[in-house]
């Protein structure tokens, strides 16, 4: 018995949970295989990939024409939504493994400490807003 409508499949694991762009009609899933997915939702099948420098452990975000999502690489992407390619990005020093969220236009994660052991050194929140 089969208890979904399709599946995909990705390079690696896959532990972010899904953000779904309904006017789009396109789910984004992220994968330890470094790369953000863009799916049909109604078929499964892959509209576009974007490749990070680390595996992604965060759930993306959709607002407007922009996906976000964090990677262990140490930055944020924003990523254009319908073709997948990047429009900006913000590097830091520690992971980004939080879902980003939007607020009246400002955009609020947080940022796992550099050092995975503990260290001396503290991971942060961000909140952005346009540059002027």
Same mark, same amino acid.
């Given at each position: 018995?089969?208890?979904?409508?399709?599946?995909?499949?990705?390079?690696?694991?896959?532990?972010?949970?899904?953000?779904?762009?309904?006017?789009? *009609?396109? !789910?984004?899933? #992220? +994968?330890? &295989?470094?790369? %953000?997915? @863009? $799916?049909? /939702?109604?078929?499964?099948?892959?509209? =576009?990939?974007?490749?990070?420098?680390?595996?992604?452990?965060?759930?993306?975000?959709?607002?407007? *024409?922009? !996906?976000?999502? #964090? +990677?262990? &690489?140490?930055? %944020?992407? @924003? $990523?254009? /939504?319908?073709?997948?390619?990047?429009? =900006?990005?913000?590097?830091?020093?520690?992971?980004?493994?939080?879902?980003?969220?939007?607020?009246?236009?400002?955009?609020?994660?947080?940022?796992?400490?550099?050092?995975?052991?503990?260290?001396?050194?503290?991971?942060?929140?961000?909140?952005?807003?346009?540059?002027?």
């Amino acid at each position: 018995m089969r208890y979904w409508d399709w599946r995909f499949e990705t390079g690696d694991l896959s532990m972010t949970g899904p953000a779904i762009d309904a006017e789009r *009609d396109v !789910v984004y899933m #992220g +994968s330890h &295989d470094d790369h %953000l997915y @863009a $799916l049909d /939702a109604s078929t499964g099948e892959m509209e =576009w990939r974007f490749r990070t420098g680390r595996p992604l452990t965060g759930c993306a975000t959709t607002t407007g *024409d922009r !996906v976000l999502t #964090g +990677s262990k &690489d140490g930055t %944020l992407y @924003a $990523l254009d /939504a319908d073709s997948g390619n990047e429009v =900006w990005r913000v590097e830091h020093d520690g992971w980004i493994t939080s879902a980003p969220r939007v607020v009246d236009g400002e955009i609020y994660y947080a940022e796992r400490a550099p050092d995975p052991n503990g260290g001396d050194v503290d991971g942060g929140g961000y909140k952005l807003v346009a540059a002027e």
